[in-house]
């Protein structure tokens, strides 16, 4: 008779133990981070190709392009653009770009990958949507980017937007 590792048989007792069961996580793996006016934003972990954090010498000014682009980043061989989040927003608060490293959230869409400069990553976390409500006191350039927010503190009036980063990438902002 082959016997099982303990790992896989044990005596049976030890798979309902409370150290090894596992708790499964409710709603869906999102990106939380900061823009510059210290608004903190989601995004489905599902659209995000990759988070990177890098020199600011990195990124290649284009001249005559958009004031929302940072400029060029070369992303595994590929040339993408780099946006500040924050102005692409309709923020007035530019990113600081005189620092060490700038963290770049890389979004993707069928072959359409564009890199989002972002203030500070805050971490990943498991949100669920249907807890999402109707984005409140939103400025105009913002809706159509917004799919809901949760509300984090009432009294504090502090929330969390989740956008839709496919509504990111097909926007006509990137023309002008």
């Known amino acids: ?12 007792q030890d798979h309902f133990r409370p150290e090894f069961q596992v708790e499964s996580p409710e709603g869906e793996l999102h ?19 990759e988070v990177i954090e890098l020199s600011p010498d990195r990124i290649t000014p ?8 940072l400029g060029t980043l070369n992303l595994r061989g590929r040339v993408i653009w780099v946006a500040d989040l924050g102005q692409f927003l309709g923020q007035v608060t530019p990113l600081n770009t005189d620092k060490a ?18 203030e500070q990553i805050g971490g990943m976390d498991w949100l669920d949507i249907q807890h999402l ?6 400025p105009d350039a913002m809706a159509p980017f917004l799919r ?8 504090k009036n502090q929330c969390l937007r989740l956008l839709d980063q496919i509504a990111i990438l097909r926007s006509a902002r990137w023309a002008g």
């Open 1 to 12: 008779m082959v016997k099982l590792p303990d790992f896989l048989g044990g005596s049976g």
């Open 31 to 49: 990106l939380r981070f900061y823009i510059p006016s210290h608004q903190e934003f989601a995004l489905p972990a599902t659209g995000i190709r």
């Open 62 to 69: 284009i001249p005559n392009a958009s004031g929302l682009l």
């Open 101 to 118: 490293e700038i963290p770049v959230i890389a979004i993707e869409e069928q072959d359409t990958i564009v890199g989002l400069a972002v």
């Open 133 to 138: 409500i109707a984005p409140n006191n939103v």
């Open 148 to 155: 809901g927010e949760w509300l984090l503190d009432a009294q």
